[in-house]
DNA sequence: GATCCGTGGAG
DNA sequence: TCTCCAAGGAT
C-alpha cells in the first residue's frame, strides 16, 4: 500500500465516494458519448477531442464525426487531411492526425474493433496514459485509474489540501488516484467519471463553488482555509510566435472546399514554396478565384506575419516543418494544399 | 523533465 | 485588452 492513502483516514474516503458517486447520479451533464448507445469508437473519439479542449466546443464536431464516420474503418479509408479538415477549429490539428491514424491502425490490428485494454490502447498513436484509462473504464467498463486535469484537482484540494494539482503529472498523484478507487469494479468506473464531472462543473480552477459541493466538509483546503496556490503557472505563449502564423495557414487550408484544392503561395520571383519559406524575401501571390476573398485576406495576413517574424532561417524551417507535421502537402509548382 | 503543440470563452 | 486555461501527448 503506497503511502499516500495513510493520510487520508478510510471512512473518509469510503463518504466520498458514496457522496460523489451520490452527486454524479443526479448532476451528470448528459453527453452523447455517456448515453448507452455509444459505441467504443464514439467514446474514444470523444476523448481525443476532449484532450485541452472544453466539452462545448467538441460536441458539434463530435456530431458531425459520428455522422460521418461511426466506425474506425470508415475513417481510416478517408485521405487524413478528410480529418484535419474536420477537424475544423478544435485546435492542435495533429490530434485529427493522430485520430486517423489510430484508426488505420485498429483497422490493420485490431480487426477494426476498438481494443479495451489500456495496454493495447497505449500502443495507439494519440493515447497515453490518460485517454487509455478512460476509453478502457467508460468503454469497456474495466476499471483503470482514471487521471486528468479535473480528478487531479479535486484529488489536490479533497485529501491534500492544495488550490491546484502539481505542474506536472506526479507518481505520487498517480499512486494517490489508484489509493482511491473503490474496490467495487463498477463504483471504481463511476467514480472515474463523478471526479471527473465534479472537477468540471463544482471544483473548477478559478472561483469553485463549494457551496454546491457535496464533499465541502470533507474536503482538506477548505479546512485549511482556501489557501492560495504553492506555485504559479506560467502562461503558453502565442501572440507573434511562428505556432500563430501555422494557425492561421491552416485555418486557410481548413476552408478551402476540395475541389479547389490548392492555392498560390509563390515568391514572387517564381520560386516554390520550401525555397521560398527557406529565403530571404517573399510575397504573396494569390490565385483570387482559388479561394474566397476572405480567405484570401487572412492568408496574406498569415504570410506578412511570417516574413515579419522568421528572420532567420532556423525559425522559418522550424515553421515549415510545422506545417508539413500537420498535414500541409506541398506540389511542385509551390502549391499548398491538406493531404488528400 | 521541460517544451511545444491551437483555439476561443470567461473573468 | 489581457491573462488564464480546457477530459493530454510526444519529443
Known sequence: MHKGKEFVDTSSIAQAHQRINGWFSEAARDLPWRRPDATPWGIMVS??????????????????????WPTPALLAAEPSGEAV????????????????????????????????????LLSLPGVGGYTAAAISSFAFRIPAVVVDTNIRRVHARLFTGNALPEPALTAAENALAADLMPADPEQANIWNAAVMELGALICTARSPQ?????????????AAGKPEPHYTPKGQAWHGTDRQVRGAIMGVLREAPVSVPRMDLVHSNG????????GEHFEPALAPESIGELAERRVVEAWKKLSALTADKKQ?????????????????????????
Do not use: K
Not at 457535496?214 to 477548505?222: E, M, N
Not at 522559418?316 to 516543418?321: G, H
Open 316 to 340: 522559418r524551417e522550424s515553421c515549415l516543418e510545422g506545417l508539413l507535421r500537420d498535414g500541409l502537402a506541398f506540389e511542385a509548382d509551390g502549391r499548398i494544399s491538406l493531404h488528400g
Open 85 to 120: 479538415r474536420a477537424w475544423g477549429r478544435l485546435g492542435y490539428p495533429r490530434r485529427a492526425l493522430r485520430l486517423h491514424a489510430a484508426a488505420v491502425t485498429i483497422v490493420e490490428e485490431y480487426d477494426g474493433a476498438v481494443p479495451g485494454s489500456p495496454e493495447a
Open 271 to 278: 520560386q516554390a514554396v520550401p525555397e521560398v519559406l527557406l
Open 210 to 222: 463549494c457551496m454546491d459541493c457535496p464533499v465541502q466538509d470533507l474536503c482538506s483546503w477548505v
Open 47 to 68: 476523448e481525443f477531442m476532449l484532450q485541452q479542449t472544453p466539452v462545448v466546443r467538441v460536441l458539434p464536431v463530435w456530431h458531425e464525426w459520428m455522422r460521418r
